[in-house]
């Protein structure tokens, strides 16, 4: 009797977890939204510190998660609702400006259906599959996030040396993705550790060394540009993680 017990408690502890991180993630967004409103920042500049906030708090909530096997799929309801999100007001079934303006870079709602809704696909997906006790989670969330997210906004001040097999990437822009993904995955490698969830080592500092180059020369080339980065940065972090990890 004590099993299936501990089991439905956990999976009422998860609910709960679940709850609140949804919130926590919610909540994030409509602050976006709601600076979008008041103009506090030009456009592209907020969609991009949505685009590394979103991910990174959400990260912080996985502590709040048992050890069950049902916690990455509940911690995954949170991204995984902002989908439907994208989906709705992508196809203008939903209307909300805030949401489009905080999220597009041009202020169109059909913009939602690329980069918005393969962001919130991606982490969901390395939530559901990879989940925290995974380096590959933390490097493709991680990438994505700060590494992706700084990388536009320091090319976009700092960008004025093009790389060459790429006029629209910059030195500058390239070398903040990788900076920024390092770093990021580094100290959630050691947010986690000290919840005993990884084990931190240098050849797992090492592996993500090599995961951040690897995801900063992908978002350098125009297929990144023509497939979206959202998609070839996480990707790109998985596949290599799966390798050095």
Known sequence: MAAPVLLESSFVHDLGAAAVTTAVFLLVLQFWEELA?????EQKLGRKLVHISAGLVFMLCWPLFSSGTRAPFLAAFA??????RMLLLGHGISKNEATVKSMSRYGDHRELLKGPLYYACTITFSTAIFWRTSPIAVAAICNLCAGDGVADIVGRRLGKAKLPHNPNKSFAGSIANFLAGFVASVGYMHY???F??????????????????????????????????????????????????
Do not use: C, Q, Y
């Open 196 to 245: 005993g969830f990884i084990e931190e080592s240098w050849r797992m500092v090492m592996g993500f060394l090599v995961a951040s180059l690897a995801a900063a020369f992908v978002e350098s080339l125009p297929i990144s540009t023509e497939l979206d980065d959202n998609l070839t940065v996480t990707v790109a972090s998985m596949l290599v993680g799966g390798l050095v990890f």
């Open 37 to 41: 409103k008041r103009g506090v920042f």
């Open 192 to 194: 986690f550790h000290t």
């Open 79 to 84: 991204p995984g609702i902002n989908i439907f």
